[in-house]
């Protein structure tokens, strides 16, 4: 079991490759003291898998890793956000067979102190969750959202 075990990719039944050879998973953020309900989107760096599109902080599972715990991590090593800033409500898998990502949403009070922290991250948004949908979105939470959109307002209530 390697600390970092996970980075590579992994062609999956759907014909297409992904990243993680355990899987991944990503952080989706739920800002509760506004208002309105906002998620944390990060833009990906140009020289990222789908670099210029909006997504979570997510990345690669190690072997020793579950979803959430690598979920956590990622989002801190992205966007310093630290776990005890979020309190996880729900986690959905997009699985592929060999393959699979996993989203956890957490809700947080004020911006957890997400800022950019590492070269990973070209830029963040705080975005209302009815116009996530109008970003350029990396093609994998696209196809997630309309799933992830309910699951999201569900856990607010």
């Given amino acids: 079991m390697g600390l970092r075990d996970g980075d590579g990719w992994v062609r999956c039944d759907c014909g297409g490759h ?3 050879l355990y899987g991944a ?3 989706l953020l739920v800002r509760r003291d506004m208002p309105e309900p906002h998620v944390l989107l ?3 760096a140009e020289w990222t898998h789908g670099g210029g599109t909006w997504a979570l902080p997510g990345g690669a599972l190690d072997s020793h890793e579950d979803s959430i715990a690598a979920a956590k991590r990622e989002a801190f090593e992205e966007v310093g956000i630290h776990e005890h800033h979020l309190t996880v409500v729900h986690t959905y898998s997009d699985d592929h067979g060999p393959w699979r990502y996993d989203t956890v949403i957490a ?3 004020g911006d957890a102190n997400a ?3 590492n070269a990973e991250s070209a830029d963040l948004h705080w975005v209302h ?3 996530v949908h109008t970003y350029e979105l990396h093609p994998g939470f696209a196809s997630a959202w309309p799933n992830l959109h309910p699951l999201v307002v569900a856990s607010l209530e």
Avoid: E, K, T
């Fill in 115 to 117: 800022g950019i922290a």
């Fill in 129 to 131: 969750i009815d116009s």
């Fill in 107 to 109: 809700h947080c009070h």
């Fill in 42 to 44: 990060q833009l990906r």
């Fill in 18 to 20: 992904h990243w993680g």
């Fill in 25 to 27: 998973a990503g952080l």
